[in-house]
């Protein structure tokens, strides 16, 4: 890291640990545990899910110190499109989910949950269409199908003559997203890559392969805005910026990554804090038409103690801190 690295007891002087209940369950979980702390640049958030590793987590560190403490490249603009963004849940309540974000032009919906089957997916896609005809839509398997599976979604979605922006991260692997790649080419249907960004040892090789057509950059994972931006221009691909289930602090970084960009073609996936009962900043980052303003948010003491967690989860957070630090180069 930089040389404007704090010390372990600075990052542990101003951090507070705080559990965020969510709206509906989410990724698995129905809160979203986060680590705060407070720089010479405003707050930062460091949230890394609770199952990853202390190498993996060290990364999301690095960009919450950056964040916090570090440098970082300018805006070229003030304010970011958003989608709203749809879990998993059943047809049934898509409308209720959805009203909370009131205007916008794009909807991300969560498909290949576990559990569930095609048909659970395709009555939700459904459901947002009777809702909101003119909407146009992504679907998200967090690379839950296989490339026989993801195609079938793809070509009913087509078939349908639904608006269809892209298919993110429809398939685990990188041989079987390229594989998925040309058989949905023809259809004019387009990839985005997200865990074969974040998630791998190289997140260039999904572009280098040929394996997608958009990349989704989200900070924390990348390692900062510096390096995300680093990432986007190197790819030569479309970039789509989106959130990690964040608080609006979290947010606040993603808009400062997806603000820097030279170019932003598509709707950014920042509107997520519209998924959470609580927020810790005073004001919390939400769409309005469709658009979030890009810069800091004022943190909330009150909120900081409404949401504090309990005593033995701070203990887990603070000593996880503590190893991911001793990763940082």
């Known amino acids: 890291m930089a040389s404007n690295k704090p010390s372990l007891i600075e990052l542990l002087s101003s951090a507070r640990v705080v559990a965020l209940p969510l709206r509906n369950k989410f990724r698995g979980v129905l809160e979203r545990e986060i680590l705060l702390f407070e720089g010479p640049n405003g707050w ?75 048909q659970a997916d395709i009555d939700r896609i459904n ?34 003559g639904i608006k269809f922006d892209y298919f993110e991260q429809p398939v685990k692997t990188i041989a079987e997203m390229a594989e998925l790649k040309l058989k949905l080419s023809p259809l004019g249907i387009k990839i985005a890559a997200d865990e074969s960004v974040r998630k791998v040892s190289d997140p260039l090789a999904v572009a280098q392969a040929g394996a997608a057509d958009i990349l989704v950059l989200k900070v924390a994972p990348l390692g900062g805005i510096n390096r995300a931006l680093q990432i986007a221009a190197e790819a030569g691909l479309p970039v789509v910026v989106s959130s990690a289930l964040d608080s609006s602090v979290g947010l606040s970084m993603g808009a400062h ?24 900043a005073r004001t919390p980052i939400k769409p ?42």
């Open 44 to 118: 930062a958030e460091w949230s890394p899910f609770v199952e990853y590793s202390d190498e993996e987590s060290a990364v999301w560190l690095a960009a919450a110190i950056e964040f916090a403490y570090g440098d970082i490249a300018p805006a070229n603009r003030t304010e970011i499109s958003v989608n709203a963004t749809l879990p998993a849940l059943a047809a049934d309540q898509v409308a209720a989910v959805l009203a909370r974000y009131g205007k916008f032009e794009t909807v991300k919906i969560k498909v290949a949950e576990p559990g569930q089957n095609l």
């Open 127 to 160: 459901a947002v269409i009777e809702n909101y005809p003119d909407v146009k839509i992504r679907l998200d398997a967090n690379g839950g199908f296989d490339v026989s599976t993801a195609l079938k979604l793809a070509e009913y979605v087509h078939e349908a």
């Open 257 to 280: 990554l997806a603000a820097a960009l030279p170019n932003l073609e598509f709707d950014c996936g920042l509107a997520t804090g519209a998924l959470l009962v609580g927020d810790v």
């Open 288 to 329: 309005v038409d469709g658009k979030i303003s890009v810069g800091r948010v004022e943190v909330d003491p009150a909120k900081l103690d409404l949401f504090e967690a309990e005593d033995h989860r701070i203990d887990w957070w603070v000593e996880r801190l503590e190893r991911a630090y001793a990763h940082l180069v």
